[in-house]
Structures are given as C-alpha cells and as structure tokens.
C-alpha cells in the first residue's frame, strides 16, 4: 500500500493495476487514445500499453486500496495464482 500512498502524497488520484501476465490478450485501440496507432501483440514478457490505452477503469485512491489488499488475500489463501506480474499505473487528476 506504500506505493499508492506515496503516489497520492505526489498528488496523483487516480490508479490501477494491470496484470501483466494478460498482456498477450490486449489490443491496443485503432485510432489511438494518445499518440499514433501502431499495431503490434505484446508477448509474453513485454510490459503492456501505458497510458489512457491501458486496460480497466480508472480508480479512486480508497478504491484502489481495496482491491489491492482483496489481491493480496487472495495470493495468501490461493498461492498457486500468486505470480501474476501487476504494473502501478497513476495520473494527476
């Protein structure tokens, strides 16, 4: 919880996190939300979109608190799934 705490002492308020390990499942928007479109297929160890093009909604900091701490007891009561590779995304708001 650190990091999102840190990010909203930064002045960010808006979070997510994106399981990295779904990247191979994601297509990146034609026309393109930032930037150009570019087509490309993220593989298996790649860092997927950033940005307005990552995957989800957008969440508050409380929102993002509690589906941190729902992950982290799910990894403890289900340690077989707890290898999923997430990325902290933030913005200003």
């Given at each position: 919880?650190?990091?999102?705490?840190?990010?909203?002492?930064?002045?960010?308020?808006?979070?997510?996190?994106?399981?990295q390990?779904?990247?191979?499942?994601?297509?990146?928007?034609?026309?393109?939300?930032?930037?150009?479109?570019?087509?490309?297929?993220?593989?298996e160890?790649?860092?997927?979109?950033?940005?307005?093009?990552?995957?989800?909604?957008?969440?508050?900091?409380?929102?993002?608190?509690?589906?941190?701490?729902?992950?982290?007891?799910?990894?403890t009561?289900?340690?077989?799934?707890?290898?999923?590779?997430?990325?902290?995304?933030?913005?200003?708001e």
């Open positions: 919880m650190g990091y999102f705490a840190f990010l909203h002492v930064l002045g960010y308020r808006r979070f997510k996190l994106v399981n390990n779904l990247n191979w499942l994601v297509k990146l928007p034609n026309p393109a939300k930032e930037g150009r479109f570019v087509e490309h297929t993220f593989g160890h790649s860092s997927g979109p950033f940005g307005e093009e990552t995957p989800g909604a957008w969440k508050s900091f409380d929102e993002i608190i509690e589906l941190y701490v729902a992950l982290k007891r799910t990894w009561m289900e340690p077989a799934i707890s290898n999923a590779w997430y990325d902290i995304h933030a913005k200003l």
